[in-house]
């Protein structure tokens, strides 16, 4: 477990950190707008180098301070990574925004700043479908930094079927003072771990996340066909 002075360290970076991407991922947002609908040439081309800036030192560097300060966070801490949903909710789409983060900045932003930065000076820096995709990319990407934000703030759907299991088989190890003393087990104790682990709300946000995922991914590879 972490001492309390280093825990506040730890959290003060994480915040920090969270709060600057979700910034750094609006303004690039911003950036892809104004990249798609512009009929400025510079204006367009300023704004597709800008975001491969953005994205290279600042999202990129943000993002991954946020995934290991929130990992020390989780199991610095008496919440841990797999006792709780939200906990576990948000790690896995904290590492899979990381993940697609990287893949998304040295793929497409790599390749629509390589395209407008080779186009003639008066030319109008063209990059095709890129520009509709790096938009959704990004409103999905904020989306889900909000989604993130929201489980932190929130902490909804309590423990996992992992740390209820736990606790059961700690009461059960515990010594008893005497039979009389405790009694039995409550009846519900045992049920309580055969009934469903996932709570409906999570059942319909996960239904919901996997929609949203699998709609970025068909988009993507629709756009990806005719990135060349």
Known sequence: ?????????????HVISSVGWLGAVACFLVLSVVGLISRDAEMVRGAYLAMNLIGQYVIVPLSLAALFTGVGQSVGTEWGLFRYYWVLIKFT???????????????????????????????????GSLGTQLVVDASLA????????????????????????????????????????IGPMPADSDNETNRDSLPLGLKIFLAVISLIVLLAVLHHGGHGGHSH
């Not at 002075?5 to 730890?10: A, Q, S, T, V």
């Open 1 to 13: 477990m972490m001492t309390a002075g280093f825990r506040k360290l730890n959290l003060t970076a």
């Open 93 to 127: 789409l904290t590492v899979g925004a990381t993940i697609l983060l990287l893949l998304h900045q040295f793929k497409a932003v790599a390749e629509a700043a390589r395209r407008v930065s080779g186009t003639e000076t008066g030319a109008f820096p063209g990059v």
């Open 142 to 181: 904020l989306l889900l930094l909000l989604v993130i934000t929201a489980l932190g703030l929130y902490k909804p759907w309590g423990k996992t079927y992992y740390l209820r299991r736990k606790m059961q088989r700690d009461r059960r190890e515990t010594p008893r003072e005497t039979p009389s003393s």
